[in-house]
């Protein structure tokens, strides 16, 4: 059985049918939500999970398309564990590579080609072992491009993932590399400065970040 740890909350669901009725979320720490199946009629309460709503718990079961199939659920354990849980596995080194420290970016309108640049995750492991973690999803990173703390271009904006979760292994020695390439438009690009790019490995909720200018061509 695969363990989840959270915020237990419920919602009414089917409202106004015969079969209205308590519809249990499981909240993870990353703030994804996945529907916890609850083992009673769609109009009755699950017992055994409504008495840990509004609760910071443990559910051990499994994880399918429609959501978390309980087998056991407690009162997630103060103290050391816990604390380690919430603050994750920080102990992978991330790093971010660009393609361009200075992205030369062309404003001519008669040459509307679609111009980029290459982002590279590198996440490293410094020991001899395996470091294993775990995703809520499919998706295992996220990249984004930022300009005075607004976010102009997201990597998963508009992807679908697989509602299981997927375990991650890192193997110790070399970084592994997850490598996207950010399209864009000169439109996107509306000001010549200093833009941000940041990446975020899901499996430790480590981020990386790393600055670029953007100028004009002549």
């Not at 695969?2 to 209205?20: C, N, P």
């Amino acid at each position: 059985m695969a363990r989840f740890d959270g915020y237990l909350f419920s919602k009414l669901h089917l409202i106004g049918t015969k079969s209205e009725g308590p519809f249990y979320i499981l909240q993870r720490w990353d703030y994804s939500e996945h529907p916890v199946i609850k083992k009673a009629m769609p109009w009755q309460e699950d017992p055994n999970l409504h008495k840990f709503l509004d609760k910071k718990v443990t559910i051990e079961g499994a994880f399918g398309q429609d959501g978390i199939r309980y087998e056991k659920i407690s009162v997630l354990s103060s103290g050391p564990a816990m604390e380690q849980d919430l603050a994750g596995p920080h102990n992978l080194e991330v790093s971010l590579k660009l393609e361009h420290e200075v992205l030369w970016v062309d404003k001519m309108p008669q040459q509307p080609k679609p111009q980029s640049m290459n982002l590279t995750l590198l996440v490293k492991w410094p020991y001899r072992s395996i470091w294993h973690g775990v995703c809520p999803t499919s998706q295992i990173y996220d990249f984004f491009i930022e300009k005075d703390g607004k976010i102009i271009w997201q990597w998963s904006k508009g992807r679908m993932f697989s509602m299981i979760v997927t375990p991650v292994n890192v193997p110790g020695g070399d970084p592994v590399e997850y490598s996207v390439r950010w399209s864009f438009s000169s439109d996107q690009i509306k000001t010549e400065g200093d833009y941000l790019a940041r990446a975020v490995f899901i499996a430790s909720r480590q981020e990386a970040a790393r600055a670029f200018q953007a100028k004009f061509t002549v």
